[in-house]
C-alpha cells in the first residue's frame, strides 16, 4: 500500500532537501486544518504525469469530509485540471463553483507548494460549506488566522525553516489560540485560552495588551525563564516555551505570520494547560529517583553480605567450607551487579549486555589462577531485558562459565569460552561453548558438574526448567570441548 514517505521517496523530482521540506509540511500542517475547520490533502506529480494523493489531514475542531483514506489515490478531472493549473501559475487557485462530496457541499481551493521557487505540489483545502453558515467571533478569527498560515505555504514561508520545537507538550488548536498583531498586542483570545492565563493567575482582559506584558506580569523576581518565553509572547518566532505561575503550568507555542515579502504581519499563539501532566510527570520521575535508590541500596546490602562471606572464608580453616562460602559470596555479587544495573536507569530494565560480560569477567577471574588466561567471546545481544528476567539468567551462565573454567580447563593455562545468543521476541537461545578437556568432564547425568554440594547444578536446572520453561542439553564440542544449548521463554518480554 502506498503511503508518504514511499510516493516521496520515489519521486525523482525531488532532491533530499526537497523530500525534507514536504515532511516539515505533513508534520506541522494539522494547525491548518485546525484553525480553518477543513480538510487538507498533498497532491503530488507522479512519474508518469499523474497527480497523486500523498498525505492527507482531518480537521480535530469539526467533523472531517473525507472519512476514506485518500493516500495513494490518482485525481482525476476537473480537480487534476485545477492542480495543473495552480502548479503551472505558482498562485492560489480554486474552482469557480462548489463541489459535492457525497452529500456535503465543498469549497475547493489550491495552494502550491513552493520551496526556492521550485514548485514540489499543491495543498487542497476542502472546506465544508455547512460549517460557514453560522459562524462566530471565534470561528472567524480561527478560519481568518488558518487562512494566512495557508497563504504562507505557497509563499515558501510555512512550514517554518528554522522552527525550535521540543513539542514536549504540544499545544493544540482546540487547548485555545491567541491571535497577536505585528507589535504583539493580543487581538483576539480564545475562551480556553483566556481560562489557561486564568489558571496562572491573571485576571485582567487580554484583548488589546501586549502578551508580554501579561506575560512577564506573572513571572516573579527569582523564577527561572526558558529562553523562548519572550519570543513566543512577542510572537517574534516559531518556538515554544512554558510559563509558571500560581501553581500553573501553561504550554505554548507561537506560529508567526509573513507575507508574500517575508515581512512578519502577526502570529497566532497556541496555548495548552498543562499543569496535571507536569505534576505527574514529576510524580513519575519521583517514583524514577526512589525505585532507582532502591535498587543501589540492595545493591549496597549485598555487596556487605559478600563482604561477611569473604570475611568468614578466610577465617575457616576447613577447605571444603571455605570453597562453599566462596560459591555463595560469587552468587551473592552476581545478583548486586544485576541491581547495579537496574539502579543507573529509570526503568525495571537492564543492558543485560552489559551486565553479563562484566559478571562472567568477574566469575573468571575468581574460577582461574593466576597462570591461567581465560578468553570470553560473543555472538549475538541480548538486548534490554527486564528484572525478572536478567536476575535467575545471570546466575544461570555465570554457574555455566564457573563450572567450564574449574572442570573443563583443570590443569591447562589458556582456554576460550564462546557465547552465542539468538533472541526473537520472548523466544532465547543462547549456547555456551568451551575447548576444554572435553564434555564427559564437564558433565553429570545431563547437567553441569558442579563443585561441592552441587547447588550450581540445582541452579541451572531450576531457573531453566522451571522458571524459563525451558530445556538445556548437553553434547561434546564437534572441535573438542562441551557445548551447552539452553532454550528458554523470557517471561516479561511477553
Known amino acids: 500500500m502506498a503511503d508518504f514517505s514511499h510516493l516521496v521517496a520515489d519521486n525523482p523530482d525531488f532532491d533530499d532537501v526537497d523530500r525534507e521540506w514536504l515532511h ?3 508534520a506541522d500542517w494539522q494547525v491548518i486544518a485546525d484553525l ?4 487538507l490533502m498533498l497532491v503530488l506529480p507522479s512519474p508518469s504525469g499523474e497527480f497523486v494523493v500523498a498525505g492527507q489531514c482531518r480537521p480535530s475542531t469539526v467533523m472531517s469530509v473525507r472519512f476514506d483514506d485518500m493516500v495513494g489515490t490518482v485525481v482525476e478531472g476537473e480537480d487534476a485540471r485545477a492542480i495543473s493549473k495552480t502548479m503551472s501559475e505558482q498562485r492560489i487557485s480554486r474552482l469557480d463553483h462548489y463541489r459535492a462530496v457525497g452529500n456535503t457541499t465543498v469549497c475547493d481551493v489550491y495552494a502550491p507548494v ?11 483545502r476542502e472546506t465544508n460549506m455547512a460549517t460557514r453558515m453560522l459562524n462566530g467571533r471565534f470561528e472567524s478569527e480561527s478560519i481568518a488566522a488558518g487562512k494566512k498560515l495557508f497563504e504562507m505555504i505557497p509563499a515558501g514561508t510555512f512550514p517554518y525553516h528554522d522552527a525550535i520545537l521540543n513539542q514536549r507538550h504540544n499545544a493544540r488548536v482546540s487547548d485555545g489560540f491567541i491571535v497577536l498583531s505585528e507589535d504583539g498586542v493580543v487581538e483576539y483570545a480564545s475562551p480556553n485560552a483566556i481560562s489557561c492565563f486564568r489558571r496562572l493567575g491573571s485576571v485582567e482582559v487580554m484583548e488589546g495588551k501586549y502578551l508580554s506584558e501579561i ?10 525563564l526558558p529562553e ?10 516559531a518556538v515554544d516555551s512554558e510559563i509558571n505561575a500560581d501553581r500553573s503550568t501553561v504550554s505554548m507555542r507561537s506560529l508567526p505570520f509573513y507575507d508574500d515579502h517575508g515581512r512578519r504581519t502577526g502570529a497566532v499563539v497556541l496555548c495548552r494547560d498543562v499543569t496535571e501532566l507536569c505534576r505527574r510527570e514529576k510524580e513519575l520521575e519521583t517514583k524514577d529517583v526512589a525505585i532507582a535508590e532502591i535498587h543501589h541500596r540492595v545493591k549496597n546490602n549485598l555487596q556487605a553480605v559478600s563482604a561477611l562471606l569473604r570475611l568468614q572464608a578466610r577465617r575457616t580453616k576447613s577447605p571444603e567450607v571455605k570453597a562453599e562460602l566462596e560459591e555463595a559470596m560469587r552468587r551473592v555479587e552476581t545478583i548486586a551487579v544485576v541491581h547495579e544495573g537496574l539502579s543507573q536507569t529509570a526503568d525495571e530494565i537492564v543492558d543485560f549486555d552489559k551486565v553479563i560480560s562484566d559478571l562472567l569477567r568477574m566469575s573468571v577471574d575468581l574460577a582461574t589462577s593466576k597462570e591461567q588466561h581465560i578468553h570470553i567471546s560473543y555472538l549475538g545481544k541480548f538486548g534490554m531485558m527486564p528484572a525478572q528476567d536478567a536476575t535467575p539468567l545471570s546466575l544461570v551462565l555465570t554457574e555455566l562459565v564457573t563450572n567450564a573454567v574449574e572442570h573443563g580447563f583443570q590443569g591447562r593455562t589458556e582456554g576460550n569460552v564462546w557465547i552465542s545468543v539468538g ?13 576444554g578437556i572435553g564434555y564427559t568432564s564437564e558433565s553429570d547425568q545431563g547437567m553441569a558438574r558442579s563443585s561441592g554440594s552441587g547447588l550450581g547444578t540445582q541452579i541451572i536446572n531450576t531457573f531453566v526448567t522451571n522458571d524459563f520453561g525451558g530445556s538445556v542439553r548437553w553434547e561434546p564440542r564437534r572441535d573438542g570441548g562441551t557445548r551447552v544449548v539452553l532454550d528458554m521463554k523470557l ?3 511477553q
Not at 36 to 39: I, N
Not at 228 to 237: E, H, R, S
Not at 423 to 435: Q, S
Request: glycine letters at 12%; a neutral charge.
Open 24 to 26: 516539515h509540511l505533513v
Open 491 to 493: 517471561r516479561a518480554a
Open 228 to 237: 523562548t518565553l519572550p519570543l513566543v509572547l512577542a510572537g517574534k518566532a
Open 215 to 224: 506575560g512577564t506580569s506573572l513571572i516573579h523576581e527569582n523564577d527561572i
Open 114 to 124: 513552493r520551496r526556492n521557487g521550485k514548485v514540489l505540489g499543491v495543498v487542497v
Open 36 to 39: 480553518s475547520f477543513a480538510d
Open 423 to 435: 533472541r526473537g521476541g520472548n523466544n532465547l537461545n543462547v549456547v555456551v561453548e568451551d575447548d
